[in-house]
């Protein structure tokens, strides 16, 4: 059974770049159509989709987002790393890793099977 697990900063100042990884047991990242998503939820907000990696390491990102965004991985851990440059305070959310077991991609995220428990980011100076 695949488990995911974040881990981020807890608290990031204004203008910086903003760190969180997703560790994954239990499942190769590198199996064939596995899409690993980041989603976001600010405080009485609904989720916010940030972008995915496949199983081949290409990253797709939220266009909203995407001159900010990077999402990358590491196979010898198996574990992916969201970078989100310039944040603002709207930036505080709870930031999740989920699995998207689909053959085609998706962005909403009914179609992930598995998720993290969650890493909150506070911004603040």
């Known amino acids: 059974q695949v488990q995911l697990q974040e881990s981020g900063p807890g608290l990031v100042k204004p203008s910086q770049t903003l760190s969180v990884t997703c560790f994954v047991a239990g499942e190769s990242i590198l199996t064939n159509f596995y899409y690993w998503n980041w989603i976001r939820q600010p405080p009485e907000k609904g989720l916010e989709w940030i972008g995915y990696?496949?199983?081949?390491?290409?990253?797709y990102y939220n266009p909203s987002l995407r001159s900010r965004t990077s999402i990358s991985r590491d196979t010898s851990k198996n574990h992916l790393t969201l970078q989100l440059s310039s944040v603002t305070p709207e930036g505080a959310a709870v930031y999740y890793c989920a699995r998207d077991p689909s053959v085609i991609p998706h962005t909403r995220a009914n179609y992930f099977d598995a998720w993290g428990q969650g890493s909150l980011v506070t911004v603040s100076s």
């Open positions: 990696i496949d199983y081949d390491g290409n990253p």
